[in-house]
C-alpha cells in the first residue's frame, strides 16, 4: 500500500488539529518581566523595546491590575536605580525603603494575588555594572553571594513569593536558601537562573536599566568569567543539577530561543519546573522585522513561545505576554 500512512488525515481541519495538539499555551504559563523607576506617573518607552516602558509605582500598580484582569498571575521585577545611588558593594540593594523593596509592595497593595518573583543581582545597583562585586579586575564570588543572601532576604521581607538570582555565582543558591530559612522566610521560593548564557541578546534590557558593564581598563568588559559559554551542553546540565541540590524550586534557561535544546536537556535531568526567558533581544529582533513588514508579528510570536514549551519549558519569561494572551482570546 501506497503511502504506507497518510499523517495528513490529522491535519485536515482545526477541529481534528486542536483535538490532537500537544502543546497549549495557557496565561498561567508566563512570567511577565516589569522595569521600574523613580518619579510620578511615568512611562518611558525603551527606544530598543517598542511597545514596551519603564514604570513609576504608580503607573506599575495600575499595569498589575491590568495583567491580573488578562489573567496573567505573575512578575518579574527589575528596577532602573539613579547613578548617584549606585556602587561597588551594593549598599542600595540592601535599603528596606529601595526602589525594588517599594516596588514589591506596591505590586501587592494593588493586586494581593499576584506572583511577585524579583531579580536578584547587583548589576542595577553596580557602578561598573557587573553582577557581582569587582576587586583588582575580577568579580568577587563569595562575597558577592553573601550579598544577594541579604538582598534576597530583604525582597522577602518586603513580601516577594520568590526570589530570582540572575547573577551565576558559585554556591549562592544554597546560601541564599540558608539565609531565608535561618529568617525563617522557609515559604520564600528561588527561582534560579541555572544556565545563563553570556548572551548578545541582553542588549535593550541592559539599555532599559542603564546597566551595561563599563568600558573601564580595572573593569571586565563583558560578563564571561561568570556568565555561561554558549558552546557549552554538559555545563548547563551540571549547573542545574547543582541548583536543585542546593535547594532552587525553579530553574530557569537564558536566552529562549537559541537554547531550547538546553531546555529540553535540563527538562530531563530535574524534577522540579524549568523555565525559559525570551530574552529583550528576542524581542527586538522579532518587533524590528515586523515593522519592516519582514515578518508576521502574531505568528512568530506564538510559533516561538509555543516551541520553548513545547521544548519543556513550563513557565515562560516573555515580553510578549500580554500580546500573546491577547491573541488567545
Ligand atoms: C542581570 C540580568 C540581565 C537580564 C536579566 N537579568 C542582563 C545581564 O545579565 O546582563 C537580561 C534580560 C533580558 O535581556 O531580557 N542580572
Given at each position: 500500500?501506497?503511502?504506507?500512512?497518510?499523517?495528513?488525515?490529522?491535519?485536515?481541519?482545526?477541529a481534528?488539529?486542536?483535538?490532537?495538539?500537544?502543546?497549549?499555551?495557557?496565561?498561567?504559563?508566563?512570567?511577565?518581566?516589569?522595569?521600574?523607576?523613580?518619579?510620578?506617573?511615568v512611562?518611558?518607552?525603551?527606544?530598543?523595546?517598542?511597545?514596551?516602558?519603564?514604570?513609576?509605582?504608580?503607573?506599575?500598580?495600575?499595569?498589575?491590575?491590568?495583567?491580573?484582569?488578562?489573567g496573567?498571575?505573575?512578575?518579574?521585577?527589575?528596577?532602573?536605580?539613579?547613578?548617584?545611588?549606585?556602587?561597588?558593594?551594593?549598599?542600595?540593594?540592601?535599603?528596606?525603603?529601595?526602589?525594588?523593596?517599594?516596588?514589591?509592595?506596591?505590586?501587592?497593595?494593588?493586586?494581593?494575588?499576584?506572583?511577585?518573583?524579583?531579580?536578584?543581582?547587583?548589576?542595577?545597583?553596580?557602578?561598573?555594572?557587573?553582577?557581582?562585586?569587582?576587586?583588582?579586575?575580577?568579580?568577587?564570588?563569595?562575597?558577592?553571594?553573601?550579598l544577594?543572601?541579604?538582598?534576597?532576604?530583604?525582597?522577602?521581607?518586603?513580601?516577594?513569593?520568590?526570589?530570582?538570582?540572575?547573577?551565576?555565582?558559585?554556591?549562592?543558591?544554597?546560601?541564599?536558601?540558608?539565609?531565608?530559612?535561618?529568617?525563617?522566610?522557609?515559604?520564600t521560593?528561588?527561582?534560579?537562573?541555572?544556565?545563563?548564557?553570556?548572551?548578545?541578546?541582553y542588549?535593550p534590557?541592559?539599555?532599559?536599566?542603564?546597566?551595561?558593564?563599563?568600558?573601564?581598563?580595572?573593569?571586565p568588559?563583558?560578563?564571561?568569567?561568570?556568565?555561561?559559554d554558549?558552546?557549552?551542553?554538559?555545563?548547563?546540565?551540571?549547573?542545574?543539577?547543582?541548583?536543585?541540590?542546593?535547594?532552587?524550586?525553579?530553574?530557569?534557561?537564558?536566552?529562549?530561543?537559541?537554547?531550547?535544546?538546553?531546555?529540553?536537556?535540563?527538562?530531563?535531568?530535574?524534577?522540579?519546573?524549568?523555565?525559559?526567558?525570551?530574552?529583550?533581544?528576542?524581542?527586538a529582533?522579532?518587533?524590528?522585522?515586523?515593522?519592516?513588514?519582514?515578518?508576521?508579528?502574531?505568528a512568530?510570536m506564538?510559533?516561538?513561545?509555543?516551541?520553548?514549551k513545547?521544548?519543556?519549558?513550563?513557565?515562560?519569561?516573555?515580553?510578549?505576554?500580554?500580546?500573546?494572551?491577547?491573541?488567545?482570546?
Amino acid at each position: 500500500m501506497y503511502p504506507l500512512r497518510r499523517n495528513r488525515r490529522l491535519r485536515t481541519n482545526e477541529a481534528i488539529r486542536h483535538m490532537v495538539r500537544e502543546t497549549i499555551l495557557t496565561p498561567s504559563d508566563f512570567l511577565v518581566p516589569l522595569f521600574v523607576v523613580e518619579g510620578h506617573d511615568v512611562r518611558e518607552e525603551i527606544p530598543s523595546m517598542p511597545n514596551y516602558y519603564r514604570l513609576s509605582l504608580d503607573n506599575l500598580q495600575k499595569e498589575v491590575k491590568e495583567l491580573w484582569n488578562m489573567g496573567l498571575c505573575a512578575v518579574l521585577l527589575f528596577v532602573k536605580i539613579p547613578e548617584e545611588l549606585k556602587d561597588n558593594q551594593g549598599k542600595e540593594a540592601l535599603n528596606e525603603h529601595g526602589l525594588m523593596q517599594r516596588a514589591i509592595k506596591a505590586v501587592k497593595n494593588a493586586c494581593p494575588d499576584m506572583l511577585v518573583m524579583t531579580d536578584v543581582a547587583l548589576d542595577p545597583y553596580s557602578t561598573y555594572g557587573h553582577d557581582g562585586i569587582v576587586a583588582n579586575g575580577v568579580i568577587l564570588n563569595d562575597e558577592t553571594s553573601e550579598l544577594l543572601a541579604e538582598m534576597s532576604i530583604s525582597h522577602a521581607h518586603a513580601g516577594a513569593d520568590f526570589v530570582a538570582p540572575s547573577d551565576m555565582m558559585d554556591g549562592r543558591i544554597q546560601i541564599i536558601r540558608e539565609a531565608l530559612e535561618d529568617e525563617e522566610l522557609t515559604d520564600t521560593g528561588i527561582m534560579s537562573y541555572c544556565a545563563k548564557y553570556a548572551s548578545g541578546f541582553y542588549g535593550p534590557f541592559r539599555e532599559a536599566l542603564d546597566s551595561a558593564p563599563v568600558d573601564s581598563p580595572d573593569v571586565p568588559k563583558d560578563k564571561q568569567t561568570y556568565q555561561m559559554d554558549t558552546a557549552n551542553r554538559l555545563e548547563a546540565i551540571r549547573e542545574a543539577e547543582m541548583d536543585v541540590e542546593e535547594g532552587a524550586d525553579i530553574v530557569m534557561v537564558k536566552p529562549g530561543l537559541s537554547y531550547l535544546d538546553i531546555v529540553r536537556d535540563i527538562r530531563e535531568v530535574v524534577d522540579i519546573p524549568v523555565a525559559v526567558y525570551q530574552v529583550s533581544g528576542e524581542y527586538a529582533m522579532l518587533k524590528a522585522a515586523a515593522e519592516k513588514g519582514w515578518l508576521d508579528h502574531d505568528a512568530v510570536m506564538m510559533e516561538q513561545l509555543i516551541s520553548m514549551k513545547r521544548a519543556g519549558a513550563s513557565i515562560i519569561a516573555s515580553y510578549f505576554a500580554k500580546d500573546a494572551v491577547k491573541l488567545m482570546g
